[in-house]
């Protein structure tokens, strides 16, 4: 695999035109996640995503690993399919906690993509995107799907505990006090 600018540019597009299939996994799975933990998420539309796909692509050096990622998982396909399952697993997560961003978000989103992989149907997220059939039935398609899901609904505001000040949030300014 090489990687250049143009191959950066060309899979953020490619990210960006799935907003029709990757927003719905998104929204599934923060409707998922926020039964089991009993609190309200925002749900996020695709003018949103596409826009913090530009964020994510803005910053080259993620940029560069996102497109990676992406591009291996579009064309990874395993005879058999089951003895790729380690790869397929280790690219999704890694790819949805690059997206995330830094530590906490990275560990949340690698642990939503196990969530949001559950529940996407690799036949239904193999479909071609304006003529470019790469990952259409691949091993690696539903993991890609999953993992775009995964890491953007971490990193997208909608849940209540990310909204304002941290309650654990040391004041610099009372350093040296002694109380």
């Not at 923060?30 to 009993?38: C, I, K, M, N, Q």
């Not at 050096?61 to 790869?87: I, K, W």
Request: aromatic residues 6%; charged residues 30%; proline residues 4%.
């Amino acid at each position: 695999m090489r990687v250049t600018p143009q191959t950066v540019r060309d899979e953020r597009d490619w990210v960006r035109d799935r907003a029709d299939v990757i927003v719905p996994i998104l929204n599934d799975t923060r409707d998922r996640l926020g039964r089991l933990f009993e609190t309200e998420v925002d749900p996020v539309a695709p003018d949103a995503y596409r826009r913090e796909v530009d964020a994510v692509f803005a910053d080259g050096e993620v940029a560069v690993n996102v497109a990676a990622c992406v591009g291996l998982l579009r064309d990874l396909d395993v005879e058999g399919d089951y003895p790729g399952f380690v790869v397929d697993e280790v690219l999704g997560r890694e790819l949805a906690a690059t997206i995330a961003g830094g530590r906490p978000l990275s560990l949340l989103a690698q642990a939503t993509f196990h969530v949001a992989d559950l529940y996407v149907d690799r036949d239904a997220t193999a479909t071609e995107v304006d003529g470019d059939e790469r990952g259409a039935g691949t091993a690696g398609a539903d993991d890609l799907d999953a993992a775009l899901a995964a890491g953007f609904q971490t990193r997208l505001p909608g849940w209540d505990w990310r909204e304002g000040e941290s309650p654990f949030a040391v004041d610099a300014g009372g350093l040296g006090d002694a109380e």
